[in-house]
């Protein structure tokens, strides 16, 4: 019904800049909350950030400072702007959605299936 794509990801220097985008497509009434959450290897996916349907932010601890998350309601889609990444940002970022479908009106969280990011020390 609902499909969240990511693109953007790759490999980047350390002290590098990338910037995630995450587009979500179907028959959409409404998206709320929108986010990124990441997972290395062998270690649990985490948090990284949040964007509200009215345009609030929240960080992790981690990232504070360094990523900017924003979206565009007309297409649908939440990027995260990452600057000065450092080898331990590698990971699998992953969006997700809080969507209001078109036809049934149902409301729940959809997920990405991430992009790769590498950076190299």
């Known amino acids: 019904q609902v499909q969240l794509v990511e693109s953007g990801g790759g490999l980047v220097q350390a002290g590098g800049s990338l910037r995630l985008s995450c587009a979500a497509s179907g028959t959409i009434f409404s998206i709320n ?3 990124w959450y990441r997972q ?3 270690k649990q996916r985490e948090w990284v950030a949040t964007i509200t349907s ?6 992790a601890d981690l990232v504070k400072g360094r990523f900017t998350i924003s979206r565009d309601n007309a297409k649908n889609t939440v990027y995260v702007q990452m600057n000065s990444l450092k080898p331990e940002d590698t990971a699998v970022y992953y969006c997700n ?4 479908t078109g036809e049934s009106r149902y409301t729940r969280q959809y997920w990405g299936q991430g992009t790769q990011v590498t950076v190299s020390s």
Not at 54 to 59: A, F, K, M, P
Not at 97 to 100: D, G, L
């Open 33 to 35: 909350a929108m986010g």
């Open 40 to 42: 290395a290897p062998g």
């Open 54 to 59: 009215g345009g609030s932010t929240n960080y």
């Open 97 to 100: 959605a809080f969507v209001t």
